[in-house]
């Protein structure tokens, strides 16, 4: 089966902001994220204590980041679309960062939609990286590389089968004519984190599964990458 392997060109702009020491806009086709990472030193109570940190997530579309006008999500209003997600970009952000040599500090990621066209939660994952690696930079900076809590680097990417063919990175157009529909979350040494696959009225065999999963690793590869140059200088591996 032909195969859409290339991405939707990626534009990251970071320092967007001035007050988060770790401010993202990241755009990947038309669907554009600011991702932004605060530190406060202390954590849940569940882990006042233990010596181990957290890092946890936020998301949230804007209202117009759809033709038709979202409204804003306000405390017990948060439906189970957003809950699910930034449940899903916290836990793929702390695979990568060992939490004990973050110390008593909580990080949140902050990933605001500001556009969407597909593939927001991947996007949020990428972009959120690099707003981390961004706000850890500065405060572990100065300390020998064996004292980083961040030990991999992480990403995500869409994958589907569209007209009977594997495609990567998918906008919404895309998306919603998807039989099959798949989010890849790896590391950039290559491990998963997780995998989110559906038939969308639809099913997919054996081998259709192992050709996304290769498609999909090599868009990860791609976007650690651009990662890794973005970054320059804090890049936070060895």
Not at 22 to 34: A, D, F, H, M, N
């Amino acid at each position: 089966m032909a195969q859409q392997q290339s991405l939707r060109p990626v534009k990251i702009k970071r320092k967007f902001t001035r007050s988060s020491p770790g401010s993202v806009l990241y755009q990947c086709g038309e669907t554009i994220v600011l991702c932004t990472a605060s530190v406060q030193a202390d954590v849940p109570p569940w882990l006042a204590g233990s010596g181990k940190g957290w890092v946890t997530a936020e998301y949230n579309m804007l209202p117009h980041s759809t033709n038709k006008r979202k409204p804003r999500e306000r405390g017990h209003k948060v439906d189970g679309r957003t809950t699910e997600i930034q449940r899903l970009i916290g836990r793929s952000l702390r695979a990568v960062v060992d939490l004990h040599l973050l110390g008593e500090r909580m990080v949140t990621v902050d990933c605001d939609v500001l556009q969407a066209d597909g593939g927001t939660r991947t996007a949020s994952i990428t972009g959120g990286f690099i707003a981390l690696a961004d706000a850890l930079h500065a405060e572990f900076k100065g300390r020998p590389r064996t004292e980083h809590p961040i030990r991999d680097s992480i990403a995500a990417v869409s994958v589907g089968i569209v007209d009977n063919k594997p495609r990567l990175d998918l906008d919404y157009e895309q998306d919603f004519a998807a039989a099959v529909d798949m989010n890849v979350v790896m590391t950039g040494s290559g491990r998963f984190v997780e995998i989110q696959g559906t038939g969308e009225e639809a099913t997919f065999d054996d081998q259709e599964l192992s050709t996304m999963l290769k498609l999909a690793k090599s868009g990860i590869q791609q976007l650690t990458t651009i990662q890794k140059e973005s970054l320059g200088k804090h890049w936070p591996l060895a």
